[in-house]
C-alpha cells in the first residue's frame, strides 16, 4: 500500500476529489477507490461532519465499500462515493448545491456515477441529473431497473437476515426471532415490516425517536432510546443507520449470536473484525448483505435487464453469505475478513 496521505483509511484510491462553489456553497468530495471492474459506482450522500477530515474519512470507507460491494455483486462497475458536506446538522441541500455537484461529477468524464444516498431523493437525482449523464437512480417506468434504491437494498438485507438467522440461530423462519433494529429509515422501516409480517419480535430505534415509535407502534414492536439498541437482548441486531458502530467498547455490550443490517462500514477498525468473530457472533458483512440497491441502480446504468433480474440478482446475496461463512468455519478466520480478501482478489489487489 502507498502513503496514506495522512488518510488511515486511504487504500491506493486512484483519486480523491475535492470541490469548492462558492456561488452555491457546495464542499463536497468525490472519492473513487477502483475502477478495475469499470466506472466507479457510488451514491452520494449529503450529511453534516463534525470536520473536514471526517467528512473526507467517510469518503473513503464509503468508496472502498463500494468497491467491493459491487464487486462481490458481480457488476461490472468499481467503486466511488460522493459526500457533501452540510454546514450544520439538518440543513437541507439546495437546488443550486445538486447543480453545482452535478457538475462536478460532469467534470470527471464518466470515472464516477452517482445515485441517491442518505439526505437525498429521487427528485434531487433528477436535479443533478440536469448537470450531467453520470447518475443513475432516476425515475423509471414499472417494471424497469432503476429508481429509488432504498426498498432493493432492503429487501436484500430481508433476505440476508433469514439466511443469518438460519445459519447462526438455526431458525428456519423468522416467528419469534427477537431482532433489535437501529435506524429506521428507508431501508431498516423496509425491513422491519418485512419481518414484521413473518412474526418476528422486534425492537426498534432511531435518532428520531418519533418515527421510531410510529412504526413500533403500527407493527406491534417494542421501541427504545437510539443510545439503547445496542444493549437490548435479542437474537439478532440489524445496524442500519451510519456506520462504524461496532467498535472495542460497544462489541463486549452485544447481547445477539447474529448482526445483519444494511449500514454501511459497520465495524469501524480491523481489530473488530477479531473482536467480534472472537465473541462468536455470526457476522453478515455489510457490502453484501446490503448490495440490492447497488444492483438495482447498476443495472439501470449499465442497461443489463429489468426489475426481473434485478429481484434475481439480489435473490443471490444468501448464496453470496453462506460462500463467506463456509470460508470463515473453514479457515478460522472472521467472515469479514474472508469478504474482504474475495472482494480484493476481484478487483485486482488479491
Not at 37 to 57: E, K, S
Not at 137 to 147: D, F, I, M, N
Request: proline share 3%; glycine share 14%; aromatic share 6%.
Amino acid at each position: 500500500m502507498m502513503a496514506g496521505w495522512g488518510f488511515a483509511d486511504f487504500d491506493d484510491h486512484e483519486g480523491v476529489h475535492l470541490f469548492t462553489d462558492p456561488a452555491s456553497g457546495l464542499r463536497a468530495v468525490i472519492a473513487i477507490h477502483s475502477t478495475h471492474l469499470g466506472p466507479a459506482a457510488g451514491g452520494v450522500r449529503f450529511w453534516h461532519y463534525a470536520d473536514d477530515a471526517a467528512g473526507i474519512t467517510d469518503a473513503l470507507r464509503l468508496s472502498r465499500g463500494m468497491s467491493y460491494k459491487n464487486a462481490m455483486a458481480n457488476l461490472e462497475l468499481g467503486g466511488g462515493k460522493g459526500v457533501v458536506l452540510a454546514s450544520q446538522p439538518g440543513e437541507t441541500i439546495t437546488t443550486e448545491q445538486l447543480k453545482a455537484f452535478g457538475r462536478a461529477v460532469e467534470s470527471l468524464q464518466g470515472r464516477y456515477v452517482t445515485a441517491e444516498d442518505v439526505g437525498m431523493s429521487e427528485e434531487r437525482m433528477k436535479v443533478i441529473a440536469g448537470e450531467t449523464r453520470y447518475v443513475s437512480g432516476l425515475p423509471v417506468e414499472s417494471g424497469e431497473a432503476g429508481g429509488d434504491p432504498g426498498p432493493y437494498t432492503a429487501h436484500g438485507v430481508y433476505l440476508g437476515v433469514k439466511a443469518a438467522a438460519k445459519r447462526g440461530l438455526g431458525a428456519d423462519d423468522m416467528k419469534g426471532v427477537r431482532v433489535a433494529i437501529q435506524g429506521v429509515g428507508s431501508v431498516g422501516g423496509g425491513l422491519a415490516k418485512l419481518l414484521a409480517k413473518d412474526g418476528a419480535v422486534l425492537t426498534l430505534a432511531d435518532v428520531d425517536g418519533v418515527r421510531a415509535q410510529k412504526l413500533a407502534d403500527e407493527l406491534g414492536a417494542a421501541c427504545v432510546a437510539a443510545g439503547s439498541i445496542l444493549g437490548v437482548e435479542a437474537d439478532i441486531f440489524s445496524p442500519n443507520a451510519l456506520g462504524a458502530i461496532l467498535t472495542e467498547a460497544t462489541i463486549p455490550t452485544l447481547g445477539v449470536k447474529v448482526v445483519a443490517g444494511g449500514a454501511n462500514n459497520q465495524l469501524a477498525t480491523l481489530e473488530d473484525y477479531d473482536r467480534l468473530h472472537e465473541r462468536g457472533i455470526l457476522y453478515a458483512p455489510d457490502y453484501v448483505i446490503n448490495a440490492g440497491g447497488i444492483i438495482n441502480v447498476g443495472l439501470e446504468y449499465l442497461g443489463r435487464g429489468d426489475e426481473a433480474e434485478v429481484m434475481a440478482r439480489i435473490a443471490k446475496i444468501p448464496d453470496r453469505l453462506n460462500e463467506v461463512w463456509n470460508e470463515s468455519d473453514r479457515t478460522g478466520r472472521p467472515a469479514a475478513e474472508v469478504a474482504d480478501t474475495i472482494a480484493q482478489r476481484l478487483i485486482g489487489r488479491g
